[in-house]
């Protein structure tokens, strides 16, 4: 049963690009969750998904960041217009239940660069 | 504004000896603490988690005590190996609230051999 997926692992974009984070949760998941990490600091909570509904965004900066976790394939985060205070690593965490905090498991995360 | 605090950046200790971690948090609607442990350029991984119900819950080697009235965990990992070398970040939620998770910035633990 292979763990949370993560792509691109890597991924350096110059100001003013689109960036776009997959992840798949791990088979039998449907609840996904993004947090941001910045350099130095903890995980920051962005937004929480079931299939097809954004059900908790409060974490999410209001312009230019969007989610979506479609009936079919991963769910992607995506930053339009990137900037350099974007850079971060952003991680996706899948459950199989609503609030089962133990048995919530993160993926290796996405290193985003902004140049 | 901080909720979940951990005040000591970093730890160093000796093969064999025990590693205490601490964490300190605000928000009185927390009720699940969990500690991670995160070795670079992976993502955390789930260690032992606590509800507020109880004031100890052990699990091999580690152990987390929770005090409610200071708001305060702590984990103890002993005997300490080389291989716990790593972030260990600390983290809450409100059962029954948000799903969320609200983490620490992390203590970075150096066991030496």
């Known amino acids: 049963n292979a763990g949370v997926m993560q792509n691109p692992r890597h991924l350096v974009r110059r100001r003013g690009q689109e960036a776009r984070l997959r992840c798949s949760p791990m088979k039998g998941h449907s609840h996904v969750y993004w947090y941001r990490q910045l350099p130095e600091e903890g995980l920051k909570f962005m937004v929480y998904?079931?299939?097809?509904?954004?059900?908790?965004e409060s974490g999410m900066p209001k312009e230019r960041f969007s989610a979506e976790f479609p009936k079919e394939g991963p769910s992607i985060l995506r930053i339009q217009q990137v900037v350099r205070g974007d850079s971060a690593a952003y991680f996706c965490a899948s459950s199989p239940l609503k609030q089962t905090f133990d048995e919530q498991f993160f993926g290796p995360g996405t290193r985003l660069t902004v140049l | 504004d901080q909720q979940v605090k951990q005040n000591s950046p970093s730890l160093s200790v000796q093969e064999g000896r025990i590693s205490i971690l601490n964490c300190d948090y605000t928000?009185?609607?927390?009720?699940?603490f969990l500690w991670y442990k995160k070795y670079p350029a992976e993502g955390p991984t789930f260690l032992i988690s606590i509800s507020s119900i109880k004031d100890k819950n052990e699990d091999g080697r580690f152990t987390v005590f929770l005090n409610k009235s200071a708001k305060h965990l702590s984990l103890h990992i002993v005997p300490s190996q080389p291989g716990d070398s790593a972030v260990y970040f600390c983290?809450?939620?409100?059962?029954?609230?948000?799903?969320?998770?609200?983490f620490g910035k992390g203590t970075k633990l150096t066991v030496n051999p």
């Open positions: 998904l079931q299939k097809e509904n954004i059900i908790d």
């Open positions: 928000n009185s609607m927390f009720d699940y």
């Open positions: 983290a809450a939620g409100s059962q029954g609230g948000s799903e969320k998770l609200v």
